[in-house]
């Protein structure tokens, strides 16, 4: 190879690798490690991981869950993405999946309990649990995954109203252009997302682009036990009152 003997010529290579990059993110033709295993067959891999406690300290404290997709199917914009949600915007999109799906069932949500007998990172894991299922199920139905909403929730970081307001068609940007934009900046969100410190004890992280694990980190010392998004009611605050009261399950 011959030296690089400019700042173009570094510059070029840089932007070759970073265009590599992106291709292999977003699916390029030979840049989707599931393209070619398995012959015409599309998967779907998701995962709902790594529960965190986001404004720690503060009155609206709450915890968010990473979820993890990868996927050669076409019906994806981005072949692997990872964002962050909470339960309340899981609760969200399951009436927004079913409003628009008519009489198609939606999964269901892990369930709400008024009082929870286990510990707070047994609450937290079982709830994490559910909505791995929860999502498993909807990627697998055609007319849950012909939802936009759907594919916002999954591969951007956009809020609620930005998610409504973007498939309404009163945002600058489309669909596929706000996925395609969080797509070329998620590898450097997700490495900085796996600095912080997890929730709960030995949570699973998956890196960023290329999908590979990384080591487990430890959990907070002292997790709060009483969370405001354990359960979520539309009229609900999102507050941590007392860390001596047992947690909220609704």
Same mark, same amino acid.
């Given at each position: ?123 937290? !894991?079982?709830? #994490?649990?559910? *909505?791995?299922?929860?999502? /498993? ?6 007319? &849950?995954? +012909? ?45 900085? !997302?796996?600095? #912080?410190?997890? *929730?709960?004890?030995?949570? /699973? ?6 999908? &590979?694990? +990384? ?36």
């Amino acid at each position: 190879m011959e030296p690089l003997n400019s700042v173009k010529d570094r510059t070029i290579v840089v932007s070759k690798l970073a265009l590599a990059k992106l291709e292999l993110h977003i699916g390029g033709r030979g840049g989707d490690p599931l393209a070619g295993t398995q012959g015409d067959k599309e998967l779907t891999t998701v995962r709902v991981q790594d529960p965190r406690l986001q404004n720690e300290g503060s009155w609206n404290s709450y915890v968010d869950y990473k979820i993890f997709l990868h996927t050669n199917s076409k019906a994806f914009t981005a072949k692997t993405s990872c964002v962050r949600r909470r339960y309340r915007e899981f609760v969200w999109l399951r009436k927004q999946l079913q409003k628009n799906a008519g009489l198609v069932p939606v999964p269901e949500l892990p369930g709400k309990s008024t009082f929870f007998a286990g510990s707070t990172d047994e609450f937290i !894991e079982k709830r #994490r649990q559910g *909505l791995q299922q929860f999502l /498993e199920k909807v990627v697998q139905n055609v007319v &849950l995954l +012909s939802d936009s909403q759907l594919h916002l929730f999954l591969q951007s970081q956009l809020a609620v109203p930005e998610i409504e307001a973007c498939v309404q068609g009163q945002s600058p940007l489309t669909v596929t252009d706000a996925i395609l934009r969080y797509a070329m900046s998620n590898c450097g969100w997700v490495q900085e !997302e796996d600095a #912080r410190p997890a *929730l709960v004890a030995g949570a /699973e992280l998956y890196s960023s682009c290329a999908g &590979l694990g +990384s080591p487990p980190v430890r959990s907070c010392l002292k997790p709060p036990s009483r969370w405001s998004d354990f359960g979520m009611e539309d009229n609900h605050s999102d507050s941590l009152d007392s860390p001596t009261e047992q947690p909220e399950t609704e």
